[in-house]
Nanobody, 122 residues
Framework: EVQVVESGGGSVQTGGSLRLSCTTS????????MGWYRQAPAPGPVCELV?????????SYSDSVKGRFTISRDNAKNAVYLQMNNLQPEDTAEYYC??????????????WGQGTQVTVSY
């Protein structure tokens, strides 16, 4: 059974920082692409792949977070992290760590954790 567990969400003011952490079990971690999705109510993107990182460490970011968020992974710890700086109110969402990204969309893509809420106030 694949398990994905996130931690590190919370509430911050605009311009603040948070670091999300995620650990997994039940998969060959180093062989799998990992990522962070976020889900928020409309009118913004309802489900957005914020960032992903390959087993070898190649990362990618959505345009909305590029330059502010940094994804990293520690294959020895089966862990992936998302450092979020200069947070903005539009970053408010439920953030989900996803293991085994395969190019699907939203919930059809990989194994999802339970989510962690990030709230950014003005």
């Amino acid at each position: 059974e694949v398990q994905v567990v996130e931690s590190g969400g919370g509430s911050v003011q605009t311009g603040g920082s948070l670091r999300l952490s995620c650990t997994t079990s039940g998969i060959s971690f180093a062989d799998n692409e990992m990522g962070w999705y976020r889900q928020a109510p409309a009118p913004g993107p309802v489900c957005e792949l914020v960032s992903s990182i390959s087993g070898g460490g190649t990362s990618s970011y959505s345009d909305s977070v590029k330059g502010r968020f940094t994804i990293s992974r520690d294959n020895a710890k089966n862990a992936v992290y998302l450092q979020m700086n200069n947070l903005q109110p539009e970053d408010t969402a439920e953030y989900y760590c996803v293991a085994g990204l395969g190019g699907g969309y939203c919930r059809s893509d990989g194994y999802w954790g339970q989510g962690t809420q990030v709230t950014v106030s003005y």
